[in-house]
Nanobody, 113 residues
Framework: VQLQASGGGLVQTGGSMRLSCAAS????????MGWYRQAPGKPRVLVAF???????DYADFAEGRFTISRDNAKGTVYLQMNSLKPEDTAVYYC????????WGQGTQVTVSS
C-alpha cells in the first residue's frame, strides 16, 4: 500500500484548507485512517482518527474546527480544516492501517498571521 497526500500550502489565519490522502493497492483491507501533524522541534501528534465503521476522534485542538472523513471505495481520507491558526502550521501526515501501519509522505501546511 502506498499513500499519496495532497492539499497543503499557505493560508492566512482564519482560512480553510482541505487535505486528501489516497491509497493505492489493497484498499479494501484498510481499517483505520488518520491524520497526524508534526511542527518543527515537536513530536508527531494525532490530529484526527476515523475507523472503517466511522468512529471518529479528534485531538482537543482540532475539535470543532477540523473534520475528518473517508471514502472507502476510493481508499481516501480527507481532513477539512477551518478557522486555521498560526499554531496549526506543521507537516501533516496521513496514516492508514492495512495489516500494518502505513504513512503518507507528509504535506506542509503553513498558516500566516
Amino acid at each position: 500500500v502506498q499513500l499519496q497526500a495532497s492539499g497543503g500550502g499557505l493560508v492566512q489565519t482564519g482560512g480553510s484548507m482541505r487535505l486528501s490522502c489516497a491509497a493505492s493497492g489493497s484498499i479494501s483491507s484498510i481499517t483505520d485512517m488518520g491524520w497526524y501533524r508534526q511542527a518543527p522541534g515537536k513530536p508527531r501528534v494525532l490530529v484526527a482518527f476515523i475507523s472503517k465503521r466511522g468512529i471518529i476522534d479528534y485531538a482537543d485542538f482540532a475539535e470543532g474546527r477540523f473534520t475528518i472523513s473517508r471514502d472507502n471505495a476510493k481508499g481516501t481520507v480527507y481532513l477539512q480544516m477551518n478557522s486555521l491558526k498560526p499554531e496549526d502550521t506543521a507537516v501533516y501526515y496521513c496514516n492508514m492501517y492495512v495489516r500494518g501501519n502505513y504513512w503518507g509522505q507528509g504535506t506542509q501546511v503553513t498558516v500566516s498571521s
